[in-house]
């Protein structure tokens, strides 16, 4: 495909990116991520919650579809989190050019805080007193993988969050080493206690 094509094709993903932005405001940032230009990969960004700017490099995952024309067209609804904190729930999709090579991804952001907050709400509003025993839904399991993360972290005098890049694919290993990844929702707990995307946490623990 050529350049004049990729920016045909980079227009009309904006727009498509507009219109999203435009029908889920105010909860959902669309981003528009040009993958020729890695450095500088931001084109677009609609509805801005992440306070990222144009002109920004590539994430993770647009690092991880210009070295690999393999990683998944379409990876949605995994967990993520602005930098100020605030849950996110995202997904993206890679778009190839003719080659069969990734040229392009959009990215939707959806920032679940006031969600989250209504979903209190009404469970608040419909829970009824019971005699039953309440069952605890984390399991000694998942508490597990957070406790092998924190003591990880405190032999590196960190806490989990702080951990490098390097840190954080040695500590995912380790832990698909014990077993403990094949846990029910584990690379979700992995991901929310490290303070990385999910796609993140699958990309390290594929790595040998």
């Given at each position: 495909?050529?350049?004049?094509?990729?920016?045909?094709l980079l227009m009309q993903l904006d727009t498509i990116a507009k219109g999203l932005s435009e029908t889920f405001s105010p909860f959902c940032e669309v981003v528009v991520h040009d993958l020729?230009?890695?450095?500088?990969?931001?084109l677009a960004i609609h509805n801005n919650l992440s306070g990222r700017k144009i002109g920004d490099p590539a994430t993770e995952l647009g690092i991880a579809r210009i070295l690999s024309s393999e990683f998944p067209n379409i990876i949605a609804n995994y967990a993520n989190q602005f930098t100020d904190g605030r849950p996110v729930k995202s997904t993206s999709i890679g778009i190839k050019g003719n080659d069969g090579n990734y040229i392009a991804a959009l990215c939707i952001n959806i920032d679940l805080t006031l969600f989250q907050g209504l979903q209190n709400m009404i469970n608040n509003f419909t829970r009824v007193n019971q005699n039953s025993i309440i069952e605890n839904l984390n399991s000694n399991g998942q508490d597990n993988i957070k406790h092998y993360i924190d003591h990880y972290?405190?032999?590196?005098?960190?806490?989990?969050?702080?951990?490098?890049?390097?840190?954080?694919k040695e500590v995912i290993m380790q832990l698909k080493q014990k077993g403990l990844l094949d846990i029910k929702k584990s690379m979700e707990i992995v991901a929310q206690y490290l303070g990385i995307s999910r796609a993140s946490a699958y990309l390290y623990a594929k790595e040998e």
């Open positions: 495909m050529s350049q004049i094509d990729d920016k045909h020729n230009n890695p450095e500088h990969a931001i972290a405190s032999e590196h005098a960190k806490t989990p969050r702080l951990l490098k890049a390097n840190e954080r």
